[in-house]
C-alpha cells in the first residue's frame, strides 16, 4: 500500500462489477504480480437513468483519492455517465497528478490511451449492412448527447455512409438514447411511428439493442424478418428472450493489458507525457460478431441448455445473497456502537467468502479528554482503522489511526505479495463516514452485492451517529436537571442520583461517611447593600471554594438558595475537620484575591457518623443541618456584638 515501501497505482473507475470491470480486475491481479504494484481501485456507481442523491455524492472520490501520492493512475474516464463526474475526475487528475497517467477504453488528445478504433470495429458492421445486405435505410440509435464512446461510434456511422453516397437526415435517422434498455419505448416511437420504418437500426451498445428487440416483438415486429438490430460490446448472456445480436466485441483486457504495462514503461523509464510531449494512443481492434439479429447466423442448439444452467446458478447465487443481505442488514442496523458494529462484521464474515482481507476506515475529528476517538460525519484528514479482517479471519478492532492520504496502515502491507484492493467510499446524503478497503480471493470478481454492502453499512454508520446525539443529548440534559446552574456543583437532585447507588452499601460495611453542611453568612445584607449581583457572586465563591478543598471522593452540592452540602464516603473525623480548615482557608484566599467591598464567609456544621442498617440520608443531613445551625447563631450573635 501506498504507507508501504512497494509502488501503487490507482485506478479509476465506475461500476466496478460490469463485464468491462470484471475484466479489468482479472489483469490487474495478473499484472500486479508479474510487474510487482500494489494497485487501489478507487470504485465509485452511478447510473445516467438514476440520477439520485447517493450516486451524487460519489464524486467525493475524486477529492478523497491521495492522487499525489500514487505513482501512476489508470482511468476509465468513460464509465462515469452522471453529468459532471468525468470532468470533475480529469480536473482533479489535472491538478494534482505528478505521475503518468494513461485512460483505457478512451480516445484522449491529452492522456495516453489505449482505445478501441471505431473505423476498424464498427464500420465493417455498417459495411456488412450495405453491401451483403444491399440495404440503404439504416438508422443509429445513439446513447446520451455527449457519452464518448457514443459519439465516436455515430462519427464511424455517418463515415461510412457518406464513403457509400448514402446521406444522413438526422431529424430521421438519428435518435439519442441513455445506454440502457429503458429508452426503447421513445426509441421505437420515433424510428417506427414518426418516421417511416428503417431497414435496420444500428445501435450503440447491446442494451439498447435488446430494449429495442422486445419494443419491436411487442408491437409485432420481428428481427431480422421486419427490420434487423444490431449492438455493439457483445455483453454475454443477454438475449435469452431475443435474437443473438450481430455486434461487435471490444477487447478489454487487451486495452486494460497495453495501458498498464505503458504505465509501468513510463513508471519504470521516468517518461511521462511532460516528457515526451505527444500523446500515445494505442488503437485496440474489435471483432465482429454475427448473430441471428441480421439473419447471417442461428443460434447453437444448446445455447438455450446453456443459458438456462448459467442463469439458474445466477438465479440460486442471487437469492443467497439476498439472504445474506436481509440478515447483515438486521445485524448491522441493531449496532448501537462501533464495538457491536465490528462484532456484527465478525458474525456475518462468512457470507462473504469471496473475501480475503477486509479493512474499514472512518474519518477521526478528534479526541476527549480520556483519549476516546470522536469520529467524524465529513472528510477528515485523519482516519482509524476499526475493524480488521485478514486472510478471512477477524483480526480484531486495531484502532490504529493515520494519515488517510496512506488509505492503511502499515500493518496492511504484504511484504512478500502485491495485493489489488477495492476502495468505496461510505456515506449517507450529506455525511460521510469513511471508507471500506477489499481484497478478493484469487479469481474471484467485484459484484454489485458490495455496492448494496457498503449502502447497508453507511446506513448503520449513520445509526451508530444518530444514537450517539440522542445519548449525547440525553446527557446533557440529564446533567442539567442534576447540575446547579449558578455554581456547577450538583444540585439535590444530583447529589442524590451519586448517593443513592452506594448507601445500602456504605450502611452495610458500617462505613463512617462525612457530612457537612453549609449556609452562607448574612447573604441578605449583601442581597440590599450590594445587589442581587454580589449575592450571586457571594454564592459562586462559597462553591469554589468548596470545589477547590474537596477530596477525589467527596461531593459538592447547593442544596438551594444560600445552603450547600458535602458529602464524604468512607472518611474519619480528623479528615473531616481537615476538610473544613481546607476550606475556611482556601475562602479567605479567595476573599483576598478578589478584595472586595465585602468579605464572604459561611457557618458549615459537620456530622460524622458511622453508618448502621436503617440508617438515612435524610436524617444524617438533619444532623450536620442542626450543627451548622448552631454555629450560624453564634456567628449571627457575633456580628450583634460587633455592632455595638
Not at 102 to 117: G, I, L, M, N, Q
Not at 548 to 554: A, D, I, Q, V
Amino acid at each position: 500500500m501506498i504507507a508501504g515501501k512497494r509502488k501503487t497505482i490507482g485506478v479509476f473507475l465506475c461500476k466496478a462489477y460490469s463485464v468491462f470491470d470484471n475484466a479489468v480486475y482479472g489483469v490487474l491481479e495478473e499484472l500486479s504480480r508479474k510487474l510487482d504494484y500494489d494497485v487501489v481501485v478507487f470504485s465509485t456507481v452511478g447510473y445516467f437513468a438514476s440520477q439520485n442523491e447517493y450516486d451524487a455524492q460519489e464524486r467525493r472520490m475524486f477529492s478523497f483519492a491521495p492522487i499525489e501520492k500514487l505513482d501512476g493512475i489508470l482511468m476509465a474516464p468513460d464509465t462515469y455517465e452522471i453529468e459532471g463526474f468525468r470532468d470533475a475526475l480529469l480536473n482533479e487528475i489535472r491538478r494534482r497528478a505528478a505521475c503518468p497517467v494513461v485512460a483505457v477504453r478512451h480516445f484522449s488528445d491529452e492522456f495516453d490511451c489505449t482505445y478501441t478504433d471505431e473505423d476498424i470495429t464498427i464500420r465493417p458492421l455498417i459495411r456488412h449492412l450495405l453491401d451483403d445486405h444491399d440495404l440503404t435505410q439504416i438508422a443509429f440509435l445513439a446513447g446520451y448527447p455527449g457519452h464518448p464512446d457514443s459519439e465516436f461510434r455515430l462519427a464511424a456511422f455517418r463515415r461510412e455512409m457518406a464513403d457509400h453516397g448514402i446521406e444522413i437526415d438526422d431529424q430521421r435517422d438519428v435518435f439519442y438514447g441513455n445506454m440502457w434498455y429503458t429508452c426503447s419505448e421513445d426509441a421505437y416511437r420515433h424510428f417506427f411511428v414518426d418516421n417511416e420504418a428503417p431497414q435496420a437500426v444500428v445501435c450503440a451498445n447491446d442494451f439498447m439493442a435488446v430494449g429495442l428487440e422486445r419494443e419491436l416483438a411487442g408491437h409485432g415486429i420481428k428481427v431480422p424478418d421486419d427490420v434487423i438490430v444490431t449492438g455493439y460490446d457483445n455483453i454475454p448472456d443477454i438475449t435469452l428472450d431475443c435474437s443473438t445480436l450481430t455486434t461487435v466485441e471490444q477487447d478489454f483486457e487487451a486495452m486494460v493489458r497495453m495501458g498498464f504495462e505503458e504505465l509501468d514503461r513510463q513508471i519504470r523509464t521516468g517518461d511521462s507525457p511532460d516528457r515526451h510531449h505527444d500523446v500515445r494512443r494505442i488503437p485496440v481492434p474489435g471483432k465482429l460478431i454475427f448473430g441471428e439479429s441480421c439473419g447471417c447466423s442461428e443460434r447453437p442448439q444448446d445455447q438455450y441448455r446453456e443459458l438456462s444452467i448459467l442463469r439458474s446458478a445466477e438465479a440460486d447465487r442471487l437469492g443467497g445473497r439476498e439472504v445474506n443481505m436481509t440478515y447483515f442488514t438486521i445485524e448491522t442496523s441493531a449496532a448501537d456502537t462501533i464495538e457491536e458494529l465490528h462484532a456484527a462484521l465478525d458474525k456475518k464474515k462468512a457470507d462473504t467468502p469471496m473475501i480475503r482481507d477486509f479493512y474499514l476506515c472512518l474519518f477521526e475529528e478528534s479526541r476527549k479528554a480520556d483519549g476516546e476517538r470522536i469520529f467524524a460525519e465529513q472528510m477528515t484528514d485523519t482516519a482509524c482503522l476499526v475493524h480488521s479482517m485478514r486472510d478471512k479471519q477477524d483480526n480484531g478492532m486495531p484502532m490504529i489511526s493515520f494519515s488517510r492520504r496512506d488509505l492503511l496502515p502499515q500493518m496492511a502491507e504484504r511484504a512478500d505479495e502485491p495485493q489489488v484492493f477495492y476502495l468505496t467510499l461510505l456515506h449517507q446524503r450529506e455525511f460521510n463516514y469513511g471508507y471500506a478497503v477489499f481484497h478478493y480471493d484469487s479469481g474471484e470478481l467485484p459484484t454489485a452485492f458490495f455496492q448494496h454492502w457498503s449502502v447497508t453499512l453507511s446506513g448503520a454508520l449513520r445509526n451508530i451517529h444518530n444514537r450517539d446525539e440522542l445519548r449525547r443529548l440525553y446527557e446533557e440534559r440529564r446533567l442539567s436537571s442534576i447540575t446547579d446552574v449558578l455554581t456547577r456543583l450538583d444540585n439535590r437532585r444530583g447529589i442524590m442520583e451519586k448517593v443513592e447507588p452506594q448507601w445500602n452499601t456504605l450502611c452495610l460495611e458500617h462505613a463512617t461517611v462525612g457530612f457537612i453542611s453549609f449556609d452562607l453568612d448574612n447573604l441578605k445584607g449583601v442581597n440590599d447593600t450590594y445587589g442581587h449581583q454580589a449575592g450571586d457572586f457571594a454564592i459562586r465563591l462559597i462553591a469554589e471554594a468548596i470545589r477547590g478543598s474537596l477530596p477525589k471522593n467527596g461531593i459538592g452540592a447547593r442544596m438551594g438558595g444560600d445552603e450547600f452540602l458535602v458529602f464524604l464516603p468512607r472518611t474519619s473525623e480528623m479528615d473531616t475537620k481537615r476538610f473544613v480548615l481546607s476550606f475556611e482557608q482556601k475562602l479567605r484566599e479567595l476573599n483576598l484575591r478578589e478584595d472586595r467591598s465585602f468579605e464572604v464567609s459561611a457557618s458549615c456544621g459537620a456530622y460524622v457518623t458511622s453508618l448502621e442498617n436503617g440508617m438515612t440520608f435524610e436524617d444524617c443531613l438533619h444532623h450536620s443541618d442542626k450543627m451548622m445551625y448552631q454555629v450560624k447563631e453564634k456567628h449571627r450573635a457575633a456580628r450583634k456584638l460587633q455592632c455595638r
